[in-house]
């Protein structure tokens, strides 16, 4: 399954961007997909996730109740709706596929995001 990540961009702080990721190639039901990222000096870091099948999610508390992600089982596409976006938000997103939480084994390549205060 390869991952092709879009939607990064600049925005001024409070604004609000999507970040879409189609995957190609057949996701199972299992599967879990979702977003890290990793800011400038920093590790890599999760944000949210989605079980692909019933599509529960999961989210980092740095971004509870400001991000959404969610996916799209017709179009193979999962979402990242970000609202209300700090500075501290800056980082390159990753779009990810895994067999369970948190724990990736498909990389998409990075969306650069950047909040600017």
């Known amino acids: 399954v390869q991952l092709q990540a879009s939607g990064g961009g600049l925005v001024a702080a409070g604004g609000s961007l999507r970040l879409s990721c189609a995957a190609s190639g057949r996701i199972f039901s299992s599967a879990v997909m979702g977003w890290f990222r990793q800011a400038p000096g920093k590790e890599r870091e999760f944000v949210a996730e989605v079980r692909w099948g019933v599509g529960r999610t999961y989210y980092a508390d740095s971004v509870k109740g400001r991000f959404t992600v969610s996916r799209d089982t017709a179009k193979n596409t999962v979402y990242l709706q970000m609202n209300s976006l700090k500075p501290e938000d800056t980082a390159v997103y990753y779009c990810?596929?895994?067999?369970?939480?948190?724990?990736?084994?498909?990389w998409g390549r990075g969306t650069q995001v950047t909040v600017s205060s």
């Open positions: 990810t596929r895994g067999v369970s939480l948190n724990s990736p084994v498909s």
